[in-house]
């Protein structure tokens, strides 16, 4: 049988402890739920989303941090599954998967992951149009509306028949004999 000495259950201890604390950096903690605000229908990113990242800007300019440029016409190339700096085994925007986006998380967790905090300064109706547009793929363009199909009405029977009728007389069209 083997003891455990005293500076071995140490050492131990502290190993657990320091791969608990890894591990809690890196998974998203403290999130709003949202679920109060339903899912928008399709998100325009210049005209929904760039007009939240522009309150970003002040931090996150042409010379940002960690390279991250929000402003109009660099925002979305800057964003969408580009590694993040802070843990490049994870995209700053994962298209269709909001939670797993570093955006998302830094903008509605209170310990996104990683070592960053919250970014202040968004509503919980601009965190949830950020979740949206994530989850509908986080294109750049809106999708383009679909074609509204204009259904086919065909005319009563007895409609034709009367204009059948009706250009047979003009025709002249006699009925054949024994009919």
């Known amino acids: ?3 455990i000495r005293p500076h071995e259950a ?5 190993l657990m402890l320091f791969a608990t604390f890894i591990q809690a950096g890196t998974v998203a903690s403290g ?3 949202l679920d109060a605000f339903p899912a928008s229908p399709a998100i325009d990113f210049a005209t929904q989303i760039q007009p939240i990242l522009d309150g970003c800007t002040g931090c996150h300019g042409a010379s ?3 390279g991250l440029d929000l402003r109009e016409g660099e925002a979305w190339s800057n964003l969408v599954g580009v590694p993040a700096t802070t843990n490049p085994e994870r995209l700053r925007v994962a ?3 909001p939670q797993d986006s570093v955006l998302f998380n830094a903008v509605n967790c209170d310990n996104p992951g990683g070592p960053s905090f919250r970014m202040p300064g968004t509503t919980a109706e601009q965190r949830a149009l950020i979740r949206d547009w994530i989850a509908q793929g986080a294109l750049e363009e809106p999708p383009a509306p679909e ?4 259904p086919f009405m065909p005319a009563p029977i007895a409609i034709l028949l009367a204009l059948l009728l009706a250009l047979m007389a003009a025709r002249r069209f006699n009925r054949p004999p024994g009919a």
């Open 1 to 3: 049988m083997h003891c």
């Open 10 to 14: 140490l050492t131990l201890l502290g």
């Open 31 to 33: 999130c709003d739920e």
């Open 64 to 66: 940002g941090p960690a």
């Open 95 to 97: 298209p269709f998967d």
């Open 147 to 150: 074609a509204q199909a204009v």
